[in-house]
């Protein structure tokens, strides 16, 4: 390590009275929500779920509540976001009823793994015998996540 006033001409060791960020090193933060709302409204209308006991689909994204951002700190990009989402889908079970519902994921965030994301499923109509076919249409979604 140099001493104070040693050392070579380029490094900027002197003192930055106006706490200046030079060629933004030290940090940097921009705002990324408007940029974050295109991934969630074209990645979750691709999901779609078919086996023997019917089959559905997310159709949109009806509500999306979103921050997100991107740091820089000497020279490390990190990405911070934090959505709340809800979507529509209708689907038709194996009985050949129609029927439709919502998802809601409160907090999809870059804090929380795949396994700890909070989603819950209504249906429009109660059609008995659904309920393990539901969860499986959360853990697809949940796999979408790893999308992101």
């Known amino acids: 390590m140099a001493k104070w006033g040693e050392g070579n001409a380029h490094w900027i060791t002197g003192e930055q009275t106006d706490a200046t960020n030079i060629n933004n090193w030290h940090w940097t933060e921009r705002d990324a929500s408007d940029c974050s709302t295109d991934k ?6 691709a999901v779609h779920l078919q086996n023997e006991e019917g089959k559905c ?3 949109e ?8 951002s991107i740091n820089n700190r000497k020279g490390k990009v990190t990405f911070f ?22 998802v809601q994921i409160p907090n999809l965030s870059d804090e929380n793994s795949v396994d700890e994301v909070e989603t ?3 249906l429009s109509k109660d059609e008995p ?7 499986r249409l959360i853990l697809h979604l949940r796999h979408q996540h790893t999308g992101f």
């Open 40 to 45: 969630p409204k074209t990645l979750f209308p």
């Open 57 to 59: 689909g997310v159709t």
């Open 61 to 68: 994204v009806s509500k999306l509540d979103r921050e997100a």
């Open 81 to 102: 976001y934090e959505w709340s989402i809800k979507l529509n889908w209708p689907g038709t079970s194996k009985s050949g009823v129609q029927y439709e519902g919502r």
């Open 120 to 122: 819950g499923v209504s």
């Open 129 to 135: 015998g659904l309920a393990p076919w539901l969860t």
